[in-house]
């Protein structure tokens, strides 16, 4: 009897809110690896953010996920047929491949995908969590395009989440002041006690604005947003001079995809003139197979092995969990980074 491949496709665009059944789940027959290709067995999937951006139909900064079609993300795999140059059985393969216990690739033509070392001993919810995309985001979002120098006031919003805690982290070793902003007390306390930050701001509470003033006596000269809407709006208000404000996300936004009416209208831009400030916005993909992916690689990998890169995983167990469990990323319901546990660990 063939073997069968679970994968949730899309089911219905998300152009408004996400329901239940954008995606579902179905099964198919294991497709074998044609020439180029590899085919990798899932053993982690991250759960992000873009995911909830990919269900909609609008052209984002990736074409939409075709109707009918696996859903995409990032997975952590071994390889169990390879018919591609480079790449052999047994081999761990990282990067963009779908939702599915199996993914049948040609490396060459993926817009993100690496080999990892098995020999380096480091734990695949490290790898996930860590050393890889929410790494590298927070990497090229705090330290290429906020340029923190020491002394300087960082401001992340999201802070508490995979991305949030590791660019306050970076941010710190930068040797900045670091204060985050998270929803509830047991996040705010994790940013300051776990996570090194210097202070951190529960925006639930509200008067967003007057509590960035007060965290940020001296203004904010570097702001990693990934939440847009009002948040970023408190922020501008606060901006120091020639203040970097840095777009990475704007998760209170996303339920909105495809809506653009009811995204909110952001009010106090003039600070950028006033401050003599910039806001820019940049993704990942960008600096994939530049000399700076490779540098930025080495770094995390050297902070991760000197203690200096702290994460939490929030682990959710089953492919037919996936899908579900994507909404805990908008309710603030995960506890750092969130992924699916598709299998148990193939040595
Ligand atoms: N530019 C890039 O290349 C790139 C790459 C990766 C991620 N990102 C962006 O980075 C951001 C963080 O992603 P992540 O993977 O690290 O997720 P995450 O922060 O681990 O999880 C999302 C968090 O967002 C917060 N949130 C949700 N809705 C909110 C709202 N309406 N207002 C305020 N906070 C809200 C929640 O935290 P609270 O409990 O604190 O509310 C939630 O836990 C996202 O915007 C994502 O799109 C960008």
Redesign the pocket.
Same mark, same amino acid.
């Given at each position: 009897m063939s073997k069968v491949n679970r994968v949730w496709v899309m089911n219905k665009y998300a152009d408004g809110p996400m329901e239940n059944d954008n995606l579902v789940l179905k099964e198919f027959p294991l497709a074998d690896a044609q020439e180029g290709h590899i085919r990798v067995r899932s053993m982690y999937l991250s759960l992000?953010?873009?995911n909830r951006?990919w269900l909609s139909s609008q052209y984002t900064y990736m074409p939409p996920v075709p109707m009918g079609g696996p859903m995409r993300g990032f997975v952590i795999g071994v390889v169990d047929q390879s018919r591609a140059t480079g790449w052999a059985e047994g081999d761990i393969a990282y990067g963009l491949m779908q939702w599915a216990d199996y993914s049948v690739i040609d490396p060459s033509q993926t817009v993100y995908m690496t080999k990892m070392s098995r020999s380096d001993g480091i734990p695949l919810e490290a790898w996930i969590s860590a050393l890889t995309?929410?790494g590298e985001?927070a990497y090229?979002?705090m330290l290429i395009k906020g340029r923190p120098k020491a002394g300087e006031t960082v401001l992340i919003?999201? @802070? @508490? !989440? @995979?991305? &949030?805690v590791l660019a306050g982290q970076l941010a710190k070793i930068s040797g900045t002041r670091v204060v985050g902003i @998270? !929803?509830?007390a047991e996040?705010c306390r994790a940013l300051t006690e776990e996570f090194g930050f210097d202070a951190a701001i529960d925006?639930k509470q509200g008067n967003l604005l007057g509590a960035i003033q007060n965290a940020c006596p001296n203004g904010v000269d570097v702001f990693f947003d990934?939440?847009g !809407?009002e948040?970023l709006d408190a922020a501008l208000a606060n901006l120091a001079m020639g203040a970097r404000v840095v777009i990475? &996300?704007? #998760?209170?936004e996303?339920d909105k995809f495809g809506n653009p009416a009811s995204i909110y209208g952001i009010k106090n831009y003039f600070a950028l003139l006033l401050k003599r400030a910039s806001m820019e916005? $940049?993704? #990942? $993909?960008d600096f994939v197979g530049t000399l700076e992916h490779a540098k930025c690689q080495r770094s995390l990998m050297e902070w991760y092995r000197a203690g200096k890169l702290r994460y939490r995983a929030h682990v959710v167990n089953g492919m037919e969990q996936a899908f579900p469990s994507l909404r +805990? +990323? +908008?309710?603030? !319901?995960?506890k &750092?980074? +969130?992924v699916v546990r598709i299998c148990d660990e193939i040595k």
């Open positions: 992000d953010p873009t951006v995309m929410n985001t090229y979002g919003s999201g @802070a @508490a !989440g @995979a991305t &949030g @998270a !929803g509830g996040k925006y990934n939440v !809407g948040t990475c &996300g704007g #998760i209170s996303y916005g $940049f993704v #990942i $993909f +805990l +990323l +908008l309710t603030g !319901g995960n &750092g980074k +969130l």
